[in-house]
């Protein structure tokens, strides 16, 4: 991994969400509750380190790594906005 792809995944101190958290934050979004923008930002966040590993694994040239993050990034932002979380079906643990 490059000096700029190492040094996005130690800048990201995100955990991820548990289903019940991620559901909530979720429905404040997108019924624009109070504090809905603190809910977006956080749900983006908790899924940030995985599009800089995904942006980092397909990848065939180094200098386009960037602006696969920033793809998957407006990706996250958009799938936000038509995730609808009533359709979660949860099998096992």
Known sequence: M????NKLISEIESEPLS???EKKLINIYQNK??????AKTKVI???LLYVVKCA????????KVEDLISEGSIGLMEALDKF???KIIVTGK
């Open 19 to 21: 289903l019940e958290e």
């Open 45 to 47: 966040h908790s899924c």
């Open 2 to 5: 490059t000096d700029t792809i």
């Open 33 to 38: 509750l109070d504090g809905w923008f603190e």
């Open 84 to 86: 609808d979380h009533t």
């Open 56 to 63: 980092n694994e397909y990848s065939i040239c180094q200098d």
